[in-house]
């Protein structure tokens, strides 16, 4: 690419026209083909900017007036919600929300040359107080104890009270127990300099079952009046099942600590998935949207086309929920996990589904599993792969092919890897057969989540 010269300076004010929208959710203009990223604007509108930072590639600058809007712009977001970044497409109407994951896929597939053909987005009503787990961090202001948000790549804390995309009642619960840590003045943590008690409340809320989780994360081994404490969160809310009291001394960023302790009531809560029954720790990894999830699930098990002859093999497959939804339709399911927890979670809910005959867990690599299964013998008819954001590893995609499965169901995250990842399947020859799916796991956020069918050339 040519060296461009940055043909704006900094500080300078111009008006541009937004042409499009990142990935970061900032609108973007350009000056002579030069980028100029810009917060809060959307795609048609045109504005007042002015310039606050430039690189040799690209620059920032923000908004000084409206001259046109967007008709997608919902107005008056709120605005704490996109400092914060919990909503940071919050001002982006639900439908245009829709329609810009299912283009951020298509734009990153065309510039791949890769010529396939993107769903609309599979999305949800309504598209708030959707999540089913909270960890709001806690803070002194004013000499009050406040939970809230970090805006976004800062250390601002901003009290906050509606989490918007939080389920209703976990909001609820959260100020009921702010509340009764004030009356017990129990000191919030103070990041700089690290001192002071509570430092997180994480609630979980079982979406089926209505149990609630509240966990009370501390810096300091001792809690005073923690029974006091926990015999009030369940006298104001009747529905919490589970008080524990976690424990983390380090300066992390890490929210949870090693040691937690039973409070009140049970160690876990339950909850359902389709229809099988889960129990969820303080540190279980849980899908956040069960809505949503439900459908995602659905969708890529009805893209694997399942009979009940079938062996399959779930890498990625974190305590099991994808697992042991397939097993029901299934011969026989094995499913890879790194985290060892996850794993001893994924055999419990097995047990507990009555799935443990046709289930195999295993602790480790999914790619070294891949090619241990490979030198098995063991024949999938169907490989699904739910892998973290940075994707599948080349030598996993060779092992999978290898085994030449019928069909490789792909959940992904990230849009970026999931399309570098079908163009090495394409050189193992499998290749896409139905349209990609995205399924809005997190609206009013940017995170894209989508289901991908490949099958082998025949
Ligand atoms: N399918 C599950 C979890 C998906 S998240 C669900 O829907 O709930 C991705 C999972 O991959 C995480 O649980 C993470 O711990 C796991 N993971 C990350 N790297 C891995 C690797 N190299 N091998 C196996 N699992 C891995």
Redo the contacts with the bound molecule.
């Keep these: 690419m040519a060296k461009i010269n940055a043909p704006v300076r900094n500080k300078e004010e111009l008006e541009v026209e937004i042409i499009d929208l990142s990935y970061q959710a900032m609108g973007v203009a350009k000056v002579d083909n030069y980028p100029l990223f810009i917060a809060d604007t959307l795609p048609g509108e045109k504005v007042m900017v002015k310039v606050t930072k430039t690189t040799k590639n690209f620059g920032y600058a923000r908004v000084l007036a409206y001259l046109k809007k967007s008709p997608d712009r919902v107005e008056n977001p709120k605005q704490k919600y996109m400092q914060t970044g919990i909503a940071p497409l919050g001002h982006l109407k639900y439908e245009a929300q829709l329609q810009f994951k299912q283009k951020l896929i298509q734009d990153l597939l065309k510039k791949a040359h890769l010529d396939l053909s993107v769903d609309q987005t599979l999305g949800m009503e309504p598209p708030y107080g959707y999540r089913n787990k909270a960890q709001v961090p806690v803070r002194q202001v004013r000499g009050q104890l406040e939970i809230g948000f970090f805006k976004q790549n800062s250390h601002d804390f901003l009290p906050l009270e509606n989490f918007m995309i939080q389920d209703k009642r976990i909001d609820e619960v959260l100020l009921a127990v702010r509340d009764i840590l004030r009356f017990y003045r129990t000191p919030a943590y103070n990041e700089e300099h690290h001192n002071g008690v509570i430092r997180h409340i994480l609630v979980r809320r079982g979406y089926y079952s209505k149990e609630v989780m509240v966990v009370l994360v501390t810096r300091t081994k001792d809690l005073r009046q923690a029974k006091e404490i926990a015999q009030k969160i369940q006298e104001q809310c009747p529905d919490v099942v589970s008080v524990l009291h976690n424990i983390n001394d380090k300066k992390t960023n890490v929210i949870l600590g090693q040691e937690t302790r039973l409070l009140a009531g049970k160690e876990t809560i339950t909850d359902t998935l389709n229809g099988l029954s889960f129990e969820i720790g303080a540190q279980s990894?849980?899908?956040v949207n069960p809505v949503q999830?439900e459908k995602?699930?659905n969708e890529a098990i009805k893209r694997a086309g399942l009979t009940g002859n079938e062996t399959v093999i779930?890498?990625?497959?974190?305590?099991?929920?994808?697992?042991l939804n397939m097993a029901k339709h299934a011969k026989k399911v094995y499913g890879?996990?790194?985290?060892p927890q996850?794993i001893k979670d994924a055999k419990e809910n097995a047990k507990r589904n009555y799935l443990a005959h046709n289930t195999e867990f295993e602790v480790?690599?999914?790619?070294?599993?891949m090619a241990k299964w490979q030198a098995q013998g063991i024949k999938p008819d169907v490989i699904?792969v739910?892998?973290?954001r940075?994707g599948l590893?080349e030598s996993?995609i060779e092992s999978a092919t290898q085994m030449a499965p019928r069909k490789i169901v792909y959940?992904s995250?990230n849009p970026a890897t999931l399309v570098r990842d079908l163009q090495q399947f394409k050189d193992c020859g499998y290749e896409v057969t139905q349209p990609i799916l995205p399924v809005d796991q997190f609206p009013q956020t940017t995170h894209v989540e989508s289901v991908t069918v490949l099958e082998r050339k025949k």
């Design positions: 990894f849980y899908q999830t995602l699930y779930d890498a990625y497959c974190g305590i099991g929920t994808i697992s890879v996990e790194i985290v996850a480790g690599d999914a790619e070294s599993w699904m739910d892998p973290p940075k590893t996993l959940i995250c």
